[in-house]
């Protein structure tokens, strides 16, 4: 793979895991964050990766050199507001949850430098990632919404992995790519109500739509075509985090020149593979390779179809802000 892709992770978090080491025990210090995970996937793809974002506290003057330890070309913004932080213990097996500190709101100047840096960065790499703070209150949806558009204007292309307001915000600059999950949409897992989101996902400015629904097939919305994803059927150590490398592998993907739907192979690909291993974001780019080869897009329906049926149906509502008030069906 080539090419290159900006990731915007307004505020990265520090992860401390405590683990059962034969008679012993282990503790591990990592970045985290929603961001972070995606940035280090795109790495192990073999795609280089510039992560924007801020830092500050403690936690912050940590968290920097971790992630460029990870071979992540880090473009920092230092600022007061102290990044957020979790403690999990997994001795007993399980994920436990010891403690967890919220970043805090970034403050306007800080904001400000760091949209800066991001849209600086993104104007000069191919494929440009908007990925969200743990905590929705750090950044503002409008932020998103702004570097959606400003990217957008001047020839770069958007992945957004978002949720909410700022997935509402980020839906007015048109991105490139949404990738979202059933439960952030606040639909069921059942076909007709995933396609019937894509479609309404496609009408408020997304181009191209991937949902994802926890173990099962996710759906894709690629040009005019409704597609079922099947994956190999894998063995899951940790679910957490397959949506989070799914978008890496799009990412990774699309930078590298790739059509949408061998990118959502890829994707499909990424998040497979990660459920196997405990680590977020991890993965090997020859497994990922591998696993590709075995990733079928099943077509299910039209886009053209599924609105022209919407518009003869009760509306179904999704949790994002006003959505479905924003779209006209015909």
Request: aromatic share 2%; proline share 5%.
């Amino acid at each position: 793979m080539s090419g290159s892709v900006m990731v915007f992770a307004p505020a990265p978090q520090l992860t401390v895991t405590i683990e059962r080491r034969g008679e012993g025990q282990e503790i591990h210090l990592h970045p985290g964050g929603q961001g972070v995970w995606q940035a280090r996937m795109i790495a192990a793809l073999g795609v280089p990766v510039v992560l924007c974002a801020a830092f500050g506290g403690e936690v912050g003057r940590v968290l920097e050199p971790l992630i460029a330890s990870e071979g992540i070309t880090v473009r920092a913004v230092y600022g007061h507001s102290r990044n957020g932080a979790y403690v999990h213990d997994r001795r007993s097996g399980s994920r436990v949850d010891v403690a967890e500190v919220a970043g805090e709101p970034l403050s306007r100047h800080e904001l400000d430098e760091l949209y800066g840096r991001t849209l600086a960065e993104g104007l000069a790499a191919d494929l440009c990632v908007l990925s969200g703070a743990a905590h929705p209150t750090v950044v503002p949806p409008d932020t998103f919404r702004r570097l959606a558009i400003d990217l957008g204007q001047n020839g770069r292309r958007v992945v957004a992995d978002l949720s909410g307001e700022h997935l509402d915000a980020v839906l007015a600059g048109q991105p490139y790519m949404v990738r979202v999950s059933h439960e952030d949409l606040g639909v069921g897992t059942d076909i007709d109500s995933l396609m019937t989101s894509v479609c309404r996902l496609r009408a408020a400015g997304a181009k191209t739509v991937v949902v994802t629904r926890a173990q099962r097939p996710a759906v894709a919305l690629i040009g005019d075509v409704i597609y079922e994803v099947i994956t190999p059927s894998l063995e899951a150590a940790d679910a957490r985090g397959a949506g989070d490398s799914l978008t890496a592998g799009l990412a990774a993907a699309l930078a590298s020149g790739e059509t949408g739907i061998e990118a959502v192979r890829c994707g499909a690909a990424a998040g497979a593979l990660n459920v196997t291993r405990h680590g977020l974001g991890t993965g090997e780019r020859s497994a990922v390779r591998q696993l590709r080869e075995r990733v079928r897009l099943v077509p299910i329906g039209n886009a053209a179809d599924q609105v022209r049926g919407a518009s003869e149906r009760p509306e179904i509502r999704t949790s994002t802000q006003d959505l479905a008030e924003r779209i006209e069906l015909p």
